[in-house]
């Protein structure tokens, strides 16, 4: 029964939430994506300052769902095959082996891609889209699971690539990492202040409480999720009014409606409903889009962003009832 799998997928949501809390002050909506991010197998794009405990996310996320993880801090000189993984010859068995990179596992921590220049960057793409790679024209298939947590630096930081627009657009959402408030930040130091130790995250009683199967389970819930004829037209008026905007130079694709479906499907069902509603198009407009459309340079001069933006198109579109 839909009802059933929408309700276990809810109390294992609170689940991951309460173990994620252990090392997370606050960040509630950065958590709620990331584990959306999760049960719809998109990938997802953490920008933020340094220090804003992006990484630490991924690595606590990885714990809960009991499944491998692997990082790749990304930097100027890396090379596509460190990543993908090279055939190298053994001289015991007198034949080339495939020697594994790290993208041969369910989570990936992609550390800082933008510091790393566009070749090495396009390598994930392949993997991204079709969860396969070649190797001298061998396939290889990577985790069925295989999820994507890229983390970036503000552009206008030194030392760092702006990432291609096909890369950008492999990525279900874009989550903006905040400096945390006054009070959570007092959290923060008192918790490390009572000798807190981020990097250990068993000494944090982090415990794996969902697993592989309730990855699969929660992937059905989220596609049982009902959508209406009327529903599914203001998505895709959403996506045309992007292209039309006066203040847009590049508009979202049909990647991007895909995308904005499965993440307003995905948060109707972590509310609990067995249907979408215009209101879970909206709320997902900004993750979804922000990273897809570019900006007129001249709206860029005078200080809009891509969220002022997409608020202001769906102020225009008429909402169906």
Known sequence: MPGEGLEKLCEDVDKARAELSKVI???????RYMLLTMFTGGHALL???????????????SRVFDIRFKRIQFTPDLMPSDIIGTNVFDMKMSEFVFREGPIFTDILLADEINRTPA?????????????STTVDGKRRKVSDHFTVFATQNPIE????????????????VKIL????????????????????????LDDQQVKPVLGIEDLKSGLKAVESVRVEDDVLRYVREVIRATRDSSSILLGAGPRAGVHLLAVSKALA??????FMTPDDIKEAALP???????????????????D???RDILRRIDVPR
């Open 269 to 274: 069902a972590f509310a609990g409903r067995e």
């Open 157 to 172: 930081y030194e030392g760092t690539y702006q990432l291609p627009e096909a890369q950008r657009d492999r990525f279900l």
């Open 177 to 200: 990492v905040n400096y945390p408030t006054p009070e959570e930040e007092d959290e923060i130091l008192a918790r490390f202040n009572k000798t807190f130790e981020a990097d250990n």
């Open 47 to 61: 920008e933020g300052a340094p220090g804003v405990a992006k990484t630490l996310m991924v690595r606590a996320l």
């Open 119 to 131: 070749k090495t960057q396009a390598a994930l793409l392949e993997v991204m889209q079709e969860h």
């Open 288 to 306: 979804a889009l922000r990273h897809r459309i570019i900006l007129q340079p001249e709206i860029e001069v005078e200080g809009a962003s891509a």
């Open 25 to 31: 002050v606050g960040q509630h909506n950065i958590i």
């Open 308 to 310: 002022d933006v997409i």
